[in-house]
């Protein structure tokens, strides 16, 4: 079995992204964020490629079909891209998921048919970047803030990036190669 991650965004102003900025900022009046970033993260199997084919076959995937990105809109890398805004504040990043899984099988099945390419199993989920003001919290009580103020949505007032009920949240740690793993 194959594993590839490969991150997509879009090309043009992600105005979902600009709004819940916006939010942040002036509805919960968060002033330590700087920028917000929003990538959808992709995780492929497969289960007789080389890592090579794989990450070929991700390739064709993104630009031969419209199943799972519009290549006329959306970007993708199989890295989270490492020109990430320079900061002398923390870089904080979030991967969003359902609660409930979703089945990809018939999507699996629609590359199939499309590119003859097997993909065992397809997973998203949404990664939040946040560039934040330099402070002086700890990393440990940086994450309680944001997590408190920014991410958990509770009230009109609290939280936007994550809704309890249906989502859960896991922290992503910067790598020294621009790419994010689960802290």
Not at 118 to 139: C, F, H, K, Q, R
Request: charged share 20%; with cysteine; net charge neutral.
């Amino acid at each position: 079995m194959t594993t590839i991650t490969a991150f997509s965004t879009l090309i043009n102003q992600d105005l979902a992204c600009v709004s819940a900025r916006e939010a942040i900022t002036h509805i919960l009046n968060y002033p330590r964020l700087r920028q917000l970033k929003r990538y959808t993260q992709w995780e492929f199997t497969f289960g007789n490629l080389t890592l090579p084919e794989a990450e070929s076959a991700v390739t064709t995937i993104f630009t031969k079909t419209f199943f799972l990105i519009n290549p006329n809109k959306e970007n993708y890398a199989l890295r989270l891209p490492a020109n990430l805004p320079k900061s002398s504040g923390p870089q904080i990043a979030i991967s969003v998921r359902p609660k409930s899984p979703v089945n990809w099988s018939a999507m699996c099945t629609k590359i199939k048919s499309k590119t003859s390419i097997e993909v065992s199993s397809i997973a998203s989920s949404t990664v939040w970047v946040m560039d934040l003001n330099p402070g002086e919290l700890s990393e440990e009580a940086l994450r309680e803030e944001l997590t408190e103020r920014v991410i958990l949505a509770g009230s009109v007032k609290q939280g936007i990036l994550v809704n309890p009920v249906s989502e859960q949240f896991e922290w992503l740690e910067t790598r020294a190669t621009g790419t994010y793993a689960v802290a």
